[in-house]
């Protein structure tokens, strides 16, 4: 089943998050959406979840110096708009 793909990619995000490596758990979010929206309609609470996850951890890269994705913060504000855009 792709959606249980989709959760361990989920999870493994969620394991770098934690472990404060955030250009990991985004590169590991970013493959859980991917899946999951081959599988689930767009509004889909576990796709707003895995937004979520994504805009936080950008958030948190922000602040982290040695993040790839510190500069990228225009990236942020697009996800961001995708996840408001589901309410």
Do not use: R
């Not at 859980?32 to 689930?40: C, E, G």
């Amino acid at each position: 089943n792709h959606l249980n793909i989709a959760d361990t990619y989920k999870s493994m995000g969620v394991i770098c998050y934690d472990m404060k490596n955030y250009d990991k758990a985004l590169e590991c979010y970013e493959k859980a959406l991917a899946i999951m929206k081959i599988s689930l309609h767009s509004d889909h609470p576990l796709i707003a979840e895995i937004y979520t996850n994504i805009a936080n951890a950008y958030k948190q890269s922000l602040f982290t110096e040695s993040s790839k994705t510190s500069h990228g913060l225009h990236e942020h504000w697009k996800y961001l708009s995708l996840f408001e855009g589901l309410y």
